[in-house]
């Protein structure tokens, strides 16, 4: 399973900026600051921004995405709303996103950057079932 992802952004400052509000609600804070690398997490930083300074903006149909898991709905809503906030553009509101009968509750921005983040909880009562996803 994965340990840490990254991404790549054109202005550390900016990036850090606008993770650390939108992060906050996920209960991700800012642990590690490097001159070219800024790295966030719970207990270890599993989830790294990465100075790129000649990177291009990502194109919005690059296929990547991040996706965080939140423990509520109220987590994804504040999530999204702090990533408005500080600067992020709207890349799905929060609502319920059917996916073979999985009631997955998510909120999708992309970050001044252009990288793709997303942040679910799953319903009440409700278990994720991806199996038939395999087939």
């Excluded at 804070?29 to 207990?43: D, Q, W």
Aim: hydrophobic residues 40%; glycine residues 8%.
């Amino acid at each position: 399973m994965l340990d840490h992802v990254s991404v790549g952004v054109a202005d550390l400052e900016r990036a850090a900026r606008f993770y650390e509000a939108a992060l906050a609600p996920l209960g991700l804070t800012k642990l590690i600051v490097r001159p070219a690398t800024v790295g966030f997490g719970k207990s270890y930083p599993e989830f790294w921004i990465n100075l790129r300074p000649n990177m291009a903006r990502v194109s919005p149909d690059s296929g990547t995405h991040i996706c965080l898991r939140a423990r509520t709905t109220g987590e994804v809503e504040a999530f999204y709303a702090a990533a408005l906030g500080a600067g992020g553009a709207d890349n799905g509101p929060p609502g319920v996103r059917p996916h073979d009968r999985v009631k997955y509750f998510a909120a999708l921005v992309a970050d001044p950057d252009g990288n793709r983040i997303e942040a679910v909880t799953f319903l009440k009562d409700d278990k994720p079932d991806y199996s038939r996803l395999a087939t």
